[in-house]
T-cell receptor, first 114, second 110 residues
Framework: EAGVAQSPRYKIIEKRQSVAFWCNPI?????LYWYQQILGQGPKLLIQ????????DSQLPKDRFSAERLKGVDSTLKIQPAKLEDSAVYLC????????????FGQGTRLTVV | SQQGEEDPQALSIQEGENATMNCSYK?????LQWYRQNSGRGLVHLIL?????REKHSGRLRVTLDTSKKSSSLLITASRAADTASYFC??????????FGTGTSLTVIP
């Protein structure tokens, strides 16, 4: 079974530039998550989709971050414009819908803003 | 914040010893899960314990849950060098929204 795919693995950009990350979840997983993990901290949930609808985006900084999952499969997360404090690993995860399910994570994209 | 907290933040033990890490959380939960993260990699699910369970085992892992104290513990017995990683607890209140703790960094010395 293929896992969660993310690209790119690494990205370095200058502040005020824009950047986009891509995620392909496990086939059949209706729920997709984007997490931000700052070095030394636990993953912070940015947004949760179920199919192509947003379930929770309460911690997404909507002035600069946006995410979409147009066909209920792949997803992109965009930052525009980036700030130094956005330097982190961005993790995509997916899960089945239902009680007592687990999340499957991709390898993440390490973003460095200089 | 709904994020939980693990303690200790860092733990260093000799191979063969047991490692215990704790997680405290703030809200009512449907289940609590533990994940492992090797350096520079994604998270891997280890074990899930439901809110009506008090203890669960999986191989060398033993998890306990005390919902009255809003806390959980993860015990790794007979640790190996390969267990070196960060360990996170994650709570799910029932909406498949996983809120992660701050993590415990475990180093197992060969």
């Amino acid at each position: 079974e293929a896992g969660v795919a993310q690209s790119p693995r690494y990205k370095i950009i200058e502040k005020r530039q824009s950047v986009a990350f891509w995620c392909n979840p496990i086939s059949g997983h209706a729920t997709l998550y984007w997490y931000q993990q700052i070095l030394g901290q636990g993953p912070k949930l940015l947004i949760q989709f179920q199919n192509n609808g947003v379930v929770d985006d309460s911690q997404l900084p909507k002035d600069r971050f946006s995410a979409e999952r147009l066909k209920g499969v792949d997803s992109t997360l965009k930052i525009q414009p980036a700030k130094l404090e956005d330097s982190a690993v961005y993790l995509c995860a997916s899960s089945l819908v239902g009680l007592n399910t687990e999340a499957f994570f991709g390898q993440g994209t390490r973003l460095t803003v200089v | 914040s709904q994020q939980g907290e693990e303690d200790p933040q860092a733990l260093s033990i000799q191979e063969g010893e047991n490692a215990t890490m704790n997680c405290s959380y703030k809200t009512s939960i449907n289940n609590l899960q533990w994940y492992r993260q090797n350096s520079g990699r994604g998270l891997v699910h280890l074990i899930l314990i439901r809110s009506n369970e008090r203890e669960k085992h999986s191989g060398r892992l033993r998890v306990t849950l005390d919902t009255s104290k809003k806390s959980s513990s993860l015990l790794i017995t007979a640790s190996r060098a390969a267990d070196t990683a960060s360990y996170f607890c994650a709570t799910d209140a029932g909406g498949n929204q996983f809120y992660f703790g701050t993590g415990t960094s475990l180093t197992v010395i060969p």
